[in-house]
């Protein structure tokens, strides 16, 4: 088949939603990332939101009219009574989420988690063992799974295409200020933590889980944090498959020279493209990707265009894979135990940078 019937080839990007849509969600927490992302998302998707708990009763009432949401819970009781509340999506810090995800378990409700999962590796295998305990599904918002280009990308590779794996690489070069957001300003563990934790994730989704990690990180001069916000993170995986996260957020110079890269390469073919949420942001523009593959074509860059963002379409991936997952009785793809791999990663990365040596996801699991 020649190479221009292949424009039109169906990547399968698009998140995939479960049958019954109309599985009760609770909401907790009612903070900008809710308002611009899970509920736009679930509105774009159908389904059901029954209610939403926050701390700020006012925020959530808000949140709840401008979305159409039936209940504005009073307390974490009221929510974990509600059988409406199937489904619990806590959009909470790291610091809390372990002892809400523990009731939530409790109460026989199945959950999608906030990342990073927790502040400790200890504390995360804790959601995962109430998950297993009380018999409910667990998964967590590691939604650049879905965003459009990550799962493309993961369809060429399933397909062969690539061959062999060698080298992944995500660059991110822009200016975002942590400081933005006062619960960061203090927080010691920061662009791993609570950025390149999305690269991480991903790169262990198309690639899978690698040995070790090497990692190095470092500040900017006047800097409003207190913690990292330049790193790199070398990635081996089993034989010789590398990769490489590159993360600067304090660009000097405008935004037509900011760039969000990934490049997948293996013995057959490329991926390259950029991630589009990073471009205009925070409005963001839609993913690009170009592959070219020997399995289909010597000499020819294919450019399917995608439609759809990481926000907010990507978060109906999540949410819609532990729905699906429900429905089948099975673990979602997103799994709390799952994501306790990408967690080992991620504190692997900082007892790297505190003893400048690689660490091994082994050691880390270790940690109980």
Known sequence: MGAENYNWLDLDYRPALPQQKDMGIAIVGAGEIVEACHLPAYAMGGLRVAGIYDLNRERAEKLAAKFGIGKVYREM????????????????????????????????????????????????????????????????????????????????????????????????????????WGWLREMPTLE??????????????????????????????????????????????PGEARGLIHDNHNHI???????????????????????????????????????HTRAIHEDYWFNPRLHGKWFPHAFMGTMGELMRAIEEEREPENSVADNLKTMQMVFGAYLSMQENRPVTLAEIAGQR
Not at 120 to 139: L, T
Not at 210 to 232: C, H, K, N, S
Request: charged share 25%.
């Open 253 to 291: 110079a405008g935004e037509d020279d900011w760039f969000a890269t990934y490049r997948f390469e293996g013995t057959e073919g490329i991926i390259k493209g950029t991630n589009g949420s990073l471009y205009n942001y925070p409005v963001g523009r839609e993913d690009t990707l170009s592959f």
């Open 77 to 180: 009781d009221e929510l974990l009574a509600d059988p409406e509340a199937r489904i619990v999506d806590l959009a909470v810090p790291a610091k809390v989420q372990p002892g809400i995800a523990e009731r939530a378990a409790a109460a026989g409700k199945h959950m999608l988690c906030q990342k990073p999962l927790a502040e400790s590796y200890a504390e995360a295998v804790r959601i995962a063992e109430a998950c297993e305990k009380h018999g409910v599904k667990g998964a967590v918002n590691q939604q650049m799974r879905w965003s459009p280009s990550i799962r493309a990308s993961h369809t060429i590779i399933r397909r062969g295409w690539l061959g062999e794996l060698l080298q992944a690489t995500i660059q991110v070069n822009v200016k975002q200020d942590f400081a933005n």
């Open 192 to 237: 791993f933590m609570y950025h390149s934790i999305h690269y991480m994730d991903a790169i262990r989704f198309l690639f899978g889980t690698p040995e070790y990690v090497y990692a190095d990180g470092a500040r900017f001069p006047g800097q409003r944090t207190i913690g990292e916000t330049r790193t790199l993170l070398h990635v081996k995986f």
